[in-house]
């Protein structure tokens, strides 16, 4: 028997409830994720920093502006997609994540998919992009180029944060983020 499709607020519930690994207990909020329940993208990120822990919302600093104006070269708004993280509580000190925190949060982001399921998945740096296609390859060698995995479209991209401490990255994820407005301008498949 197929295993039954949760509700955003369904799995919500659960994450909220998460003690798992120790993350839980220096959290100031859950960061579930946020955006459209019936996305065509989803951006997964690595884990919420302080003040997405302060707010409980995805990419609400510096980073998140900046990908604000990424989504905005692809002809897309936050409203149009869902922002999630694999981890759902900040690591201290904007740690890596760890291999235990990442396997209890991973069926969160696998529920989360399944619910929404986007037909892209962009993700955004090494640990996501290293989480959705099961790879050890690292983010210079796979981003810009689309991957396939079960059902999704990938598309992996540096994280925007990178390009805050490393300009020459901008050109490159902006030029990435025009590629994927290219692709979103071909019909949905089915």
């Not at 659960?14 to 909020?29: A, D, I, M, S, Y």
């Not at 900046?66 to 905005?72: K, R």
């Not at 989360?112 to 296609?133: C, D, H, W």
């Amino acid at each position: 028997m197929a295993k039954p499709v949760l509700t955003l607020d369904e799995i919500r519930s659960h994450v909220e409830r998460c003690c798992k690994c120790p993350l839980c207990e220096g959290r100031t909020h859950v960061v579930f994720g946020d955006g459209s329940a019936v996305a065509r993208v989803m951006i997964v990120g690595e884990a919420p920093g302080k003040n997405e822990d302060l707010q409980g919302k995805p990419f609400v600093g510096a980073a998140g502006k900046y990908l604000d104006e990424l989504l905005a070269i692809a002809g897309l708004a936050r409203e149009d997609v869902f922002i999630a993280n694999v981890l759902k509580c900040r690591p201290p000190g904007n740690r890596n994540p760890q291999v235990d925190e990442i396997n209890a949060c991973a069926d969160f982001l696998r529920e989360q998919t399944r619910a929404i399921m986007p037909e892209y998945i962009v993700t955004l740096g090494n640990f996501s992009t290293k989480f959705i296609l099961k790879t050890e390859r690292g983010i210079t060698s796979l981003r810009g180029q689309l991957h396939q995995t079960g059902k999704f479209k990938v598309f992996p991209v540096f994280h925007p944060a990178a390009a805050l401490y490393d300009s020459s990255k901008k050109v490159v994820l902006e030029d990435d983020f025009a590629m994927l407005g290219e692709l979103l301008k071909k019909p949905r498949e089915q």
